[in-house]
């Protein structure tokens, strides 16, 4: 929560954001006015919600938490286009985008991920997985448990990052019910958002939530140790690390687990200036608020990889894959997704086809919206779980 008591308003959440980037005295006064007035038309236009002003504030205030309570209430009143939201309940968002493209061998996987036999572990492969990119199921590495995925199991970020906890609550409770069901107590997840939410969010909130959750990659590590992950190459390439926005404020040895990796697998790991806590946001979530803002987070952060002579990226994040790999790859840089990386030290050959799948979802996104443009202007609000058009 924003800590207005121990807000000093210096501005420096503003001044010092990379993308912000406002002057000082303009951003004492516009924090001064996000607290009186909450509202904030600068930064719901260009703030990227990656929370690193929490982690430069002096005070530790929470300013982000600030920016969240404004957008918040302009999304309840306003309502939110449908591209934004992981449900059923519209007629067009990005997972029923991806799933017109592959469509019956994605809907026959479908069929598996949300009906999955019972289990105490499962791999959760959130919404991409299900939906976009389901090459990066295609692997051994996923072949000793049941695969759970789909909207009907999605995480429920986007309710709490766009509609607030007592949305994300609602959505929890109905998440446990159906683990209970299945006999889960672990989960091993693909996406950062997902992290957050099963690890920090649904503990604070839900009432006797108990799913252990481990990201892939600490699952990865914890099975070479055990002798479990047989590596036939060395991955012989310089590479860092994109650590994810949502990561931000969960405990930091999160952060260790994908350098590990990467050294056990071969690579030679070097770090961008702006690393774990402080590592900067890959512009993603202004993408279709103001492309020209999020072209140039894209190109900051690439050029940090480019700074320290990095060979390729890393990712254990489908969504910052497709806002930089374009700009890495004008830089000469190869955009992974972490769990590729693996598959090429135990001797597969990775599909590898984030960029191409992202281009294809994106031109048939653009078809659609020129053929229907109404698709961007109806907005939507969900309220005690229930999804509305305004």
């Not at 806590?277 to 803002?293: M, Q, T, Y």
Request: aromatic share 6%; charged share 25%.
């Amino acid at each position: 929560m924003f800590n207005e008591a121990t807000c000093k308003k210096c501005g420096k959440c503003l001044s010092q954001c990379p993308f912000l980037n406002l002057p000082e005295q303009r951003a004492k006064e516009e924090i001064s006015q996000m607290i009186k007035a909450r509202t904030s038309e600068q930064v719901i236009r260009n703030c990227a919600g990656c929370s690193y002003c929490n982690s430069i504030c002096p005070t530790q205030s929470n300013p982000s938490d600030l920016r969240k309570e404004i957008k918040l209430r302009k999304n309840r009143v306003e309502g939110v286009g449908s591209l934004l939201l992981i449900n059923e309940q519209v007629p067009l968002n990005l997972m029923s985008i991806g799933l017109e493209l592959e469509t019956h061998e994605k809907m026959e996987k479908l069929k598996k991920y949300m009906n999955p036999p019972k289990s105490k572990e499962m791999f959760y492969l959130g919404c991409s997985l299900s939906y976009i990119y389901t090459d990066l199921t295609k692997t051994k590495l996923l072949g000793s448990l049941p695969l759970v995925g789909g909207m009907k199991y999605c995480c429920g970020g986007y309710l709490n990052s766009l509609f607030g906890e007592e949305e994300a609550k609602i959505w929890g409770g109905k998440l446990l019910a159906e683990f209970n069901k299945l006999g889960v107590g672990k989960l091993i997840s693909f996406c950062p958002g997902c992290d957050r939410m099963l690890r920090d969010v649904y503990p604070k909130i839900v009432e006797g939530y108990n799913v252990e959750s481990q990201n892939i990659v600490e699952y990865l590590v914890e099975k070479y140790h055990k002798g479990e992950l047989k590596l036939k190459n060395k991955v012989q390439l310089r590479i860092t690390f994109h650590d994810p926005c949502p990561w931000r404020g969960l405990d930091r040895k999160i952060y260790e687990s994908p350098r590990e990796l990467l050294e056990i697998l071969g690579a030679e790991v070097v770090e961008m200036n702006h690393n774990r806590e402080k590592s900067l946001c890959c512009g993603a979530p202004v993408s279709f608020r103001n492309r020209e803002l999020a072209e140039k987070i894209a190109n900051m952060r690439v050029s940090e990889a480019g700074e320290v002579g990095a060979e390729a990226l890393a990712f254990v994040c489908t969504g910052c894959v497709f806002a930089l790999s374009k700009s890495a790859t004008e830089r000469n840089i190869e955009a992974y997704y972490i769990t590729e990386l693996a598959q090429m030290a135990i001797g597969e050959k990775p599909q590898h086809k984030i960029v191409e799948v992202t281009n294809q979802a994106m031109a048939l996104l653009t078809k659609k919206i020129l053929e229907n443009p109404s698709l961007l202007k109806d907005k939507y609000i969900i309220k005690g779980g229930e999804t509305r058009k305004i």
